[in-house]
């Protein structure tokens, strides 16, 4: 049985569900989420709590090299385009290669085929969260205190993708559980098709296309460790044009 605070102001939650169906309208003046479950927000998500100082997100690769002939200090490049790494880059997008050894300290500027084309396609959002399973948790305690939330899904392609379709519904059904809200349509199919199969992730994603193709690839241990839920307790959020964690700095005083 869901525990409701009834006291509560009701939140409203929409879901767009991949990146190019990203609209000014949709979005402006609001609480976003970003998810890219799959894997570029949990590599942002792992990485500064590794002591990364932030990200800048790039739609291209030429911008991304751009800006670092541009940048001072320590920086990385990194990325993937077709899941693999970018050539020339330091790293690509398996958050398992973000080690604390290799990202403290560091400015990484990121270009991803999905993730950070939905990032940049929110500046006129109010503010902009990443969310993965990992960060799940932490995510929605900053979501009860809001009253207007749209999850954004990158999607795969310019098309939904089953990953983060699924995570934005482990999202909606914890926020259900503690607080009256108002779903959109999609909200409410997605929170139907979670709670059918429990919540068990290894049922609900079986035939996902993007987490299969990443498997075939060689990349399955990425993706046992982004499907993991409330490992890390930290929430980066988009601010002037670069991801951070406001007020995080335990593993950069070290």
Do not use: W
Not at 178 to 186: E, F, G, I, R, Y
């Amino acid at each position: 049985m869901r525990l409701v605070n009834r006291n509560a102001l009701p939140v409203k939650i929409d879901v767009i569900p991949y990146a190019s169906a990203i609209r000014t309208e949709r979005i402006s003046g609001r609480n976003a989420v970003v998810i890219d479950v799959l894997r570029a927000g949990s590599v942002m998500v792992t990485a500064m709590s590794n002591g990364a100082r932030a990200f800048l997100p790039v739609v291209s690769v030429e911008e991304a090299v751009q800006v670092a002939e541009k940048m001072e200090g320590n920086f990385l490049l990194a990325g993937e385009r077709d899941t693999k790494l970018i050539p020339g880059f330091h790293l690509g997008n398996s958050p398992l290669e973000y080690t604390a050894d290799r990202v403290k300290g560091k400015t990484i500027i990121l270009t991803t085929s999905n993730g950070t084309r939905a990032l940049n396609a929110l500046r006129e959002a109010s503010r902009v969260f990443i969310g993965t399973f990992l960060n799940s948790n932490a995510l929605v305690d900053k979501l009860l205190a809001l009253d207007d939330v749209v999850l954004v899904c990158s999607g795969t392609n310019d098309d939904y993708s089953m990953d983060d379709g699924m995570f934005a519904a482990q999202v909606i059904h914890r926020i259900v559980q503690q607080k009256k809200a108002h779903l959109s349509d999609l909200a409410q199919s997605l929170l139907q098709a979670y709670e059918s199969k429990n919540g068990n992730l290894k049922e609900l994603l079986q035939g996902c296309y993007h987490l299969n193709l990443l498997v075939r690839n060689g990349f399955e241990k990425d993706v046992e460790y982004c499907l993991q839920t409330d490992k890390l307790s930290l929430v980066p959020e988009l601010i002037e044009g670069s991801i951070c964690v406001p007020g995080y700095e335990t593993t950069l005083k070290t």
